[in-house]
């Protein structure tokens, strides 16, 4: 059987990025993404041979401009997800600790909000299980 993009399955590295102030990066995917207009959480693909936390450094030094301070992931949740035309695994995790100003290097808008004001932005189907995870702790 030919693997088509309905079938294809991408390990998504996610990062539930806290402020100081206990606010959450989020960032909105550009038009011609999948999913584009979107907001979500941080993040990226984890290659091969990379642990989830590896991935989820790289991404954020590469999209964010930031270091994920060693020691500030935490495991949230897994959420595996069947859009149309892919299948996502996203490995959800919280980063408390980083260094750098987060800047869109990608182009990306990036707001930092409340966690009880998450609903107010539109986000992949996929990102309803860990808002309700952030508003229930």
């Not at 149309?84 to 695994?89: E, F, G, R, Y």
């Not at 987060?102 to 990608?106: A, L, N, T, W």
């Given at each position: 059987m030919p693997n088509t993009a309905a079938n294809k399955q991408i390990h998504v590295a996610v990062g539930v990025i806290y402020n100081s102030q206990g606010q959450i990066l989020i960032a909105r995917r550009h038009?011609?993404?999948?999913?584009?207009?979107?907001?979500e959480f941080p993040g990226g693909k984890v290659?091969?041979?990379?642990?989830?936390?590896?991935?989820l450094a790289r991404e954020l030094r590469e999209e964010l401009g930031i270091v994920v301070t060693p020691s500030s992931c935490t495991a949230l949740l897994e959420i595996r997800h069947d859009y149309?035309?892919?299948?996502?695994?996203l490995d959800v995790w919280a980063v408390s600790g980083f260094e750098g100003e987060?800047?869109?290097?990608?182009g990306q808008p990036l707001r930092w909000v409340k966690p009880s004001t998450l609903r107010e932005y539109e986000f992949p189907a996929a990102n309803v299980a860990i808002i309700d995870v952030i508003q229930s702790a």
């Open positions: 038009d011609d993404a999948h999913q584009g207009g979107l907001w290659e091969q041979g990379e642990t989830v936390c590896d991935a149309t035309d892919k299948v996502v695994l987060p800047i869109g290097k990608e």
